[in-house]
């Protein structure tokens, strides 16, 4: 532990000396740009080492056995070209763009776009690599700095670990709360431990560029200011997107075609028979007639089949959408789900499809809106999520396929949610950057097993489940490292200072054993009418998962294991009344006990 302690000591260190040093670059940057605003020209790049011409450092996407898309910009427009190999050769190979680079305008300043798709790789091999102007002379773009290098994605059905890291909602200027251009310390902490961390590749849970996803949003190396460069500043992607590829979707902000252009991932999209393309959506419950990025597709690595879904809408485009129970708050969810969810739509047929054409393997989906979430702003999703009795629900389709985990975004907190009997384990990893929300509403919610969150208003942290509140916004910022190795997922939340926190390991093996039943299961009135049920832990000869509760053979809820009680405030102690409690294990074994209610 206390070598543990002094590394993320020393991340965090390193994180804030370097950003010292980039804010003094700024600072002689925003003097420059003052001096040429007239002539709305870029100033030179703030990424140190590299050539004044490069003003978004290479990021890499549409990873795979195969290939790699490299992405980078410059003030001037040449035919791109990327440079390869096998480390110690990183130039070994040449390929060109066959366009000229994409222009853009970035606060006013013109720029270009340059992506590269580089094929013919070897699957799980490590290679670097260059980005140099087309022309002659060809420029080196990287400057002084070492050759990035990455790994190409591991050949389905390899055995081999795989370590990815999963979050969402980021990509924001926000800093403590305030949004005032400066550097968002927490997001900048976090890429810099995300860097650091070893992981192979990125996924998404939605969200990126606030507010709105734009082109000024992303922003360069260059220019600051409140909501520009909150993705590409020097202190944010510029350094881990070197060297992490990033798979992308759709949440509700920036649904737009900038989404597409800056994250492109056509390849695994098509060769999975997925989409990652502009669409035209029909009216959905009065919504208006849209075009909007369509984001869902799967892809395989080792003993992990991701699956990679649109499940976002526009909070602006609701129609006559109500909510329904939920209210307002979930009229976006409602449409939504008419949109992509229904078991006709395209996707979910789509989805179906393949989840039948991979059995087997671990099993992971990632998509934006929540399928349980106790934040007061960003609920539940109540059409996603799976309840007992319930039909053609997205949490069905993937339980009933071997789904283990699902990642959401859309909430600005850390979630761990255990399954009810019938739905999938799932986290809310909405800590990657953006301004954090609050726990609060309706309170903890019984599935809810682990959550964190903060509030500028009160200055202080909140907590469900078996959490501490944090004692700083930066605790809040995290994100999920998640390792499977064969049957066996571990996933370690991690924060903005480096420390890792409610870590997981889940065996999904075959298991045709049963935990122990509950014992002496008691159910006693309290004052209030409340009835207090308890009971003593089940042991597994794995894990128990979960526990769930009956009353008079009706499903209550589940609660997490380490648990051992349950106040029932829904009903009045009547004589007769029963209550079951039924221990659960990851691969669905049950026992359970019953008594009577004391009343």
């Known amino acids: 532990m206390r070598s543990f302690a002094v590394k993320a000591a020393t991340l965090h260190s390193s994180a804030r000396q370097r950003r010292r040093h980039l804010a003094r670059a700024s600072a002689a940057v925003l003097v420059a740009l003052a001096a040429t605003a007239a002539l709305q020209e870029p100033a030179s790049a703030t990424l140190p080492g590299t050539d004044p011409q490069l003003t978004r450092a290479p990021y890499l996407t549409d990873l795979g056995t195969a290939r790699v898309q490299v992405n980078w910009a410059t003030s001037t427009q040449s035919r791109g070209i990327v440079k390869y190999g096998p480390i110690g050769n990183c130039t070994a190979n040449t390929v060109q763009s066959a366009t000229l680079g994409s222009p853009t305008t970035i606060n006013g300043v013109r720029e270009y776009t340059n992506s590269v798709a580089v094929t013919g790789l070897a699957a799980d091999t490590q290679y670097c690599y260059r980005v140099y102007t087309g022309g002659t002379p060809q420029t080196d773009?990287?400057?002084?700095?070492?050759?990035?290098?990455?790994?190409?994605?591991?050949?389905?059905?390899?055995?081999?670990?795989?370590?990815?890291?999963?979050?969402?909602?980021?990509?924001?200027?926000?800093?403590?709360?305030?949004?005032?251009?400066?550097?968002?310390?927490?997001?900048?902490?976090?890429?810099?431990?995300?860097?650091?961390?070893?992981?192979?590749f990125a996924v998404t849970t939605g969200d990126v560029a606030y507010p709105g996803g734009t082109p000024t949003n992303y922003g360069d190396v260059n220019q600051t200011g409140v909501n520009i460069s909150a993705v590409f500043g020097p202190q944010y992607w510029a350094v881990p997107g070197q060297r992490i590829p990033y798979f992308s979707i759709n949440g509700n902000h920036g649904r737009n075609q900038t989404l597409l252009t800056t994250w492109p991932e056509s390849a695994v999209a098509a060769a999975s028979g997925g989409k990652y393309q502009m669409e035209d959506y029909s009216s959905f419950l009065g919504s208006t007639p849209a075009s909007y990025p369509s984001t869902w597709y799967a892809f395989s690595t080792g003993n992990v089949r991701m699956y990679m879904l649109d499940a976002s809408w526009s909070d602006t485009n609701t129609g006559s959408a109500t909510g329904g129970a939920c209210g307002s708050r979930c009229a976006l969810y409602e449409v939504d789900h008419a949109a992509h969810w229904t078991t006709s739509s395209p996707e979910y047929q789509w989805l179906a499809q393949d989840l039948a054409a991979h059995p087997g393997g671990i099993k992971i989906a990632a998509f934006h809106f929540p399928l349980r979430s106790d934040d007061s702003t960003e609920p539940d999703d109540p059409y996603l999520k799976y309840t007992p009795g319930s039909s053609g629900t997205l949490e069905q389709l993937l339980h009933d396929n071997g789904v283990n985990l699902v990642l959401n975004g859309h909430a600005h907190i850390y979630q761990r949610n255990i399954a009810p009997p019938g739905g999938v384990i799932s986290y809310v990893t909405g800590g990657g950057g953006a301004k954090p929300?609050?726990?609060?509403?309706?309170?903890?919610?019984?599935?809810?097993?682990?959550?964190?969150?903060?509030?500028?208003?009160?200055?202080?942290?909140?907590?469900?489940?078996?959490?501490?509140?944090?004692?700083?916004?930066?605790?809040?910022?995290?994100?999920?490292?998640?390792?499977?190795?064969?049957?066996?997922?571990?996933?370690?939340?991690?924060?903005?200072?480096?420390?890792?926190?409610?870590?997981?390991?889940?065996?999904?093996?075959?298991?045709?054993?049963?935990?122990?039943?509950?014992?002496?299961?008691?159910?006693?009135?309290?004052?209030?009418?409340?009835?207090?049920?308890?009971?003593?832990?089940?042991?597994?000869?794995?894990?128990?998962?979960?526990?769930?509760?009956?009353?008079?053979?009706?499903?209550?809820?589940?609660?997490?294991?380490?648990?051992?009680?349950?106040?029932?405030?829904?009903?009045?102690?009547?004589?007769?009344?029963?209550?079951?409690?039924?221990?659960?294990?990851?691969?669905?074994?049950?026992?359970?006990?019953?008594?009577?209610?004391?009343?």
């Open 141 to 200: 773009l990287l400057g002084t700095n070492p050759s990035p290098a990455f790994t190409t994605l591991q050949a389905a059905g390899g055995a081999a670990p795989v370590t990815f890291a999963a979050f969402g909602d980021w990509g924001d200027t926000t800093n403590h709360g305030v949004n005032d251009g400066s550097v968002n310390e927490g997001q900048a902490d976090l890429d810099q431990v995300l860097a650091n961390s070893g992981v192979r």
């Open 437 to 599: 929300s609050g726990l609060g509403g309706a309170g903890c919610s019984s599935t809810d097993a682990y959550a964190i969150s903060w509030s500028y208003s009160s200055n202080r942290g909140r907590a469900c489940g078996a959490a501490s509140p944090p004692s700083s916004d930066l605790q809040v910022f995290h994100f999920l490292k998640i390792t499977v190795n064969g049957s066996v997922v571990t996933v370690a939340p991690t924060n903005s200072q480096g420390q890792v926190f409610d870590q997981q390991t889940y065996d999904f093996g075959a298991d045709g054993t049963a935990p122990s039943q509950p014992l002496a299961v008691t159910a006693t009135r309290m004052p209030g009418q409340n009835i207090w049920v308890h009971w003593i832990s089940s042991s597994d000869n794995k894990r128990v998962a979960a526990y769930d509760v009956y009353r008079n053979g009706t499903y209550l809820t589940s609660v997490p294991a380490g648990t051992n009680s349950y106040s029932d405030a829904g009903t009045l102690c009547r004589r007769g009344t029963t209550y079951r409690v039924v221990a659960r294990d990851l691969a669905g074994n049950t026992a359970g006990s019953t008594t009577q209610a004391m009343c």
